[in-house]
């Protein structure tokens, strides 16, 4: 029991830490623009351009964590 405890915990953390990170993105825009002189366009079409690769790459990384582990797979996307 106390091992479901610990792993809940652990993905709970993950999570949160995951997603706080990508809410903070929408805050950072406008001044992590402004210090590099961008404009507000560029920044935020590199943003969405991210988003929708690793929207697209999503498939193909269950399809690898199925043949080969999600393990091996979660390490190689953390490198």
């Keep these: 029991m106390r091992r ?3 792993v809940l915990t652990a ?8 997603m706080g990170i ?4 929408g805050v950072m ?3 992590y623009s402004a210090i ?4 507000l366009a560029t920044f935020s ?3 969405a351009s991210q988003n929708l ?7 193909f990384a269950a399809a690898a964590a199925e043949k080969w582990g999600a393990r091996r797979v979660g390490a190689l996307g953390g490198l």
């Design 36 to 39: 590099h002189g961008w404009p």
């Design 53 to 59: 690769l690793w929207g697209m790459a999503q498939p």
């Design 4 to 6: 479901y405890v610990l």
């Design 11 to 18: 993905g709970a953390l993950v999570m949160s830490l995951a």
């Design 45 to 47: 079409l590199a943003l």
């Design 29 to 31: 825009v406008a001044p």
């Design 22 to 25: 990508r809410q903070a993105f």
